[in-house]
């Protein structure tokens, strides 16, 4: 044989199952996972989402089940969406501070169910508790006002904690709510529940599903994009991360994500927070 071959040969370390596994960068498995459980009313309820093909919303017995599972997977979280009755929504969402709402009766059920083997995340907004649908408490001319918002927001945040939540994730988009949350989880004790913030939140029609799956999107009037992000800006996606590490989140998210994996990857060479 005549020539020049190489002596470094990239492909060696492919040439068998154990070598590529043994040098994977990338891994995917169930403790990189997050589960999302939707949770409706009643004993024995499971009903299925038309709109999201095999997923149901589960009575909270049910849900705790479904904590069970994850578990057994090793799935180390779960995070709890409510589908709260129409005759309990308002024009304040006042049913947020419920402390037998949806949320923290499925929260009590979970970790009755699990204990602490198993991560409990809950949204923190106001548009399942809504009869209008937006995210926050609205004015006369429709406009979600940030500063009134977030002090519901607080106390819904306090009543899912004291329910044992693990993860509070604010999902609104109101300017300041983190800072102001983490403070108010300090002053009440709460000093090991983490934030995981919907920093980045673009305004989305991929958002549908999901808005039927916790009854608002028949009842949203208007639009959401007075306060979640215009899909345009890239940069001021890295500006609300930002503010909301220095306001004390633990963790951040980009949603959607899959349609900006762009944002997310600059979000983490920026700032290299989970």
Not at 74 to 80: H, N, Q, R, S, Y
Request: net charge negative.
């Amino acid at each position: 044989m005549t020539g020049h071959y190489p002596s470094t040969r990239l492909r060696r370390t492919r040439a068998t199952g154990w070598s590529r596994a043994l040098h994977r960068e990338t891994q995917l498995q169930p403790s990189d996972l997050i589960w999302p459980l939707f949770v409706t009313d009643g004993t024995g309820v499971e009903d299925p989402i038309p709109t999201l093909p095999g997923v149901s919303r589960w009575s909270a017995e049910l849900i705790a089940e479904r904590a069970k599972t994850a578990v057994a997977l090793g799935i180390p979280c779960v995070a709890l969406f409510p589908h709260t009755q129409a005759d309990r929504r308002s024009e304040m969402g006042e049913e947020a501070l419920n402390p037998d709402n949806l949320m923290c009766r499925a929260i009590r059920a979970i970790r009755d169910a699990c204990g602490d083997a198993l991560g409990i995340l809950t949204d923190v907004a106001l548009d399942p508790y809504t009869s209008h649908g937006q995210d926050g408490i609205i004015d006369d001319a429709g406009y979600v006002l940030n500063d009134t918002t977030i002090e519901v927001l607080i106390g819904q945040s306090l009543n899912q904690a004291a329910a044992g939540a693990d993860i509070i994730a604010p999902s609104d988009m109101m300017d300041g709510r983190v800072g102001l949350i983490r403070a108010a989880l300090e002053g009440d004790g709460h000093v090991n529940v983490q934030i995981m913030s919907y920093a980045a939140k673009y305004a989305s029609a991929f958002y549908g599903p999901f808005r039927d799956a916790v009854g608002s999107r028949g009842i949203l009037k208007g639009d959401k994009k007075t306060y979640q992000m215009d899909p345009a800006n890239a940069l001021e996606a890295l500006r609300e991360v930002e503010l909301d590490i220095a306001e004390g989140a633990d963790s951040v998210m980009v949603k959607p994500g899959l349609p900006y994996l762009d944002i997310v990857r600059a979000v983490k060479d920026a700032f290299s927070v989970p």
